[in-house]
């Protein structure tokens, strides 16, 4: 296998696993919003201070992942626009304004994901925490 076909797929994979598990924060973050935001609704009293911390966990984790999902978009635009545009190359200014753009998106975004993770492992524990204080029956 040619190392560029081997770079360009692995980089393809790379971009296909970040999606997915951005993908999949967000739907088990959706999924725990809208059942811990019933549960809050339906008994405001049973709705403890897990329960609001929860919500609110969810909320920051998902405004976090739209943000990844954002700035990559952005990225992959500029990179479309100085692609179609190719009979004016970027002046040296641009590309670096670019570049530092794109560093700084990067970085963002490996905050934000990181973030996004360690939440979803605090989410976890605030439901495993909320289901054993419930009363037995």
């Given at each position: 296998?040619?190392?560029?076909?081997?770079?360009e797929s692995?980089?393809?994979?790379?971009?296909?696993?970040?999606?997915?598990?951005?993908?999949a924060?967000?739907?088990?973050?959706?999924?725990?919003?809208?059942?811990?935001t019933?549960?809050?609704?339906?008994?405001p009293?049973?709705?403890?201070?897990?329960?609001?911390?929860?919500?609110?966990?969810?909320?920051?984790?998902?405004?976090?992942?739209?943000?990844?999902?954002?700035?990559?978009?952005?990225t992959?635009?500029?990179?479309?626009e100085?692609?179609?545009?190719?009979e004016?190359?970027?002046?040296?200014?641009?590309?670096?304004?670019?570049?530092?753009?794109?560093?700084?998106?990067?970085?963002?975004?490996?905050?934000?994901?990181?973030?996004?993770?360690?939440?979803?492992?605090?989410?976890?524990?605030?439901?495993?925490?909320?289901?054993?204080?419930?009363?037995?029956?």
């Amino acid at each position: 296998m040619d190392p560029d076909d081997h770079a360009e797929s692995t980089i393809g994979k790379l971009i296909q696993a970040t999606f997915g598990l951005w993908n999949a924060l967000l739907t088990v973050n959706g999924i725990m919003l809208t059942v811990f935001t019933a549960v809050y609704a339906i008994a405001p009293a049973g709705g403890t201070y897990l329960v609001r911390l929860l919500i609110t966990c969810c909320v920051v984790s998902v405004c976090l992942l739209v943000f990844n999902h954002a700035a990559m978009k952005s990225t992959y635009l500029r990179m479309g626009e100085v692609m179609a545009n190719a009979e004016r190359p970027l002046t040296a200014q641009e590309r670096e304004r670019d570049i530092r753009r794109s560093l700084w998106r990067h970085k963002a975004v490996r905050i934000s994901e990181n973030v996004s993770m360690v939440l979803f492992v605090f989410e976890v524990v605030l439901v495993v925490s909320y289901t054993y204080s419930l009363p037995s029956k």
